[in-house]
């Protein structure tokens, strides 16, 4: 019960973080907003009012929203139009964006705990993190922390290379060159063909780290959110052209079976290695903000990249799009996300 209020609570606070970032961007633009809400309707309670803005409770905990004052408009006051469709598109295109810009910084920050505790790669150098029973890595005598040189003589200064040229030879022996605590080894060992999901030799790899000052850390955690953000863009790419490729999208109970593999993985730590630092939860949580950041950036209705390609076309053509077009557009693109959402969650609990 408590890893599953944990998630939730996590989950909330990245959304609600994500609608923060559309306030702050919608108050810099001078953009009034009437409320900002932790959750979602039914309202409990008003928490204060500061700047023309309610701040609030709502009794389902999941996130939060952002409310724009709404106007009247018309000869009679028939047609409802909030402060941000009456925006100038620039300014609306800033809104749109900060939400998802807020998911990637979150990214960051988590990125540099994660940093500053585990230290940051040392980049030219490939040392083995882990070693599966009975493969041929540990038939062959690898030990977690060696320093791979070479495979057969082609030097190894990334993982990519190591894997790259362990793939290469699938069934055919090739020779490691290692470097253990200041001597130098070479062990021969075969890959297994087909690969099983521990891999072609059995060995996880990675850089080696060493500790770094803030500065560093920041500029590492600036680095690798970015890989991730492109790493996600192109994943839709890379699993058309992968055959190893695979994925799919995950609901609630998805997300949450992956997060307890994640947290087990970080108590399995704590006990053989008396680490408490969640370095594999953040992880998770990582994944999830910027696959929140990135979907959200889609130029889909009643996604933040829905208002911003609209604000772009606007911004091109030099002419308002009519409210009502614009929010027939928003209330058909949020059916088709809910039908999708509810299409997804479903799934997951139906065989």
């Known amino acids: 019960m408590t890893s599953l209020l944990t998630f939730i609570a996590a989950l909330a606070v990245m959304i609600l973080l994500h609608e923060f970032g559309h306030f702050l961007a919608a108050r810099w633009m001078g953009i009034p907003i009437e409320e900002f809400g932790i959750g979602f309707p039914p309202r409990l309670m008003t928490l ?8 609030t409770i709502n009794a389902i905990p999941l996130g939060g929203f952002v409310r724009p004052k709404t106007y009247r408009r018309g000869e009679e006051g028939e047609e409802v139009v909030d402060a941000l469709t009456l925006a100038p598109p620039r300014q609306q295109l800033v809104v749109a964006a900060a939400g998802p810009v807020m998911n990637f910084f979150i ?7 994660i940093f500053a505790h585990q230290g940051v790669p ?3 150098k490939v040392v083995v993190m882990d070693v599966a029973p009975d493969s041929p890595a540990a038939q062959a005598g690898l030990q977690q922390g060696d320093q791979i040189l070479a495979v057969d003589h082609t030097p190894v200064t990334s993982p990519q290379t190591l894997h790259d040229e362990i793939y290469a030879h ?5 020779t490691l060159t290692l470097q253990r605590q200041g001597q130098t080894l070479t062990v021969t060992l075969i890959p297994r063909n087909p690969p099983p999901p521990t891999g072609a030799i059995g060995i996880a790899m990675g850089y080696p780290l060493r500790s770094a000052n803030l500065f560093t850390a920041a500029w590492w955690s600036l680095r690798a959110t970015a890989e991730d953000i492109w790493r996600v863009v192109k994943l839709p790419v890379t699993m058309l052209r992968s055959r190893e490729a695979s994925g799919q999208l995950l609901g609630y109970k998805g997300m949450y079976n992956v997060y307890r593999q994640f947290r087990a993985a970080d108590m399995q730590a704590e006990r ?17 903000t910027l696959s929140l950041g990135v979907f959200n950036l889609l130029p889909l ?4 990249g829905g208002r911003i390609a609209i604000a772009l ?5 030099r002419r308002r799009l009519p409210v009502q077009v614009v929010n027939a557009i928003n209330l058909v693109g949020f059916v088709l996300l809910l039908g999708l959402l509810l299409l997804i969650n479903l799934r997951e609990w139906v065989p």
């Not at 990214?107 to 705990?113: D, E, G, I, K, N």
């Not at 699938?170 to 090739?174: A, K, M, S, V």
Request: charged residues 10%; glycine residues 10%; without cysteine.
């Open 272 to 288: 053989q290695q008396g680490d408490a630092f969640p370095l594999n939860t953040l992880v998770f949580f990582i994944m999830v």
């Open 48 to 55: 204060f009012t500061a700047g023309g803005t309610r701040f």
């Open 122 to 124: 040392q980049m030219g």
């Open 170 to 174: 699938l069934g055919q022996p090739i």
């Open 107 to 113: 990214a960051v920050v988590l990125y540099a705990l």
């Open 313 to 317: 076309v606007e911004m091109v053509v």
């Open 301 to 304: 209705p009643a996604l933040d």
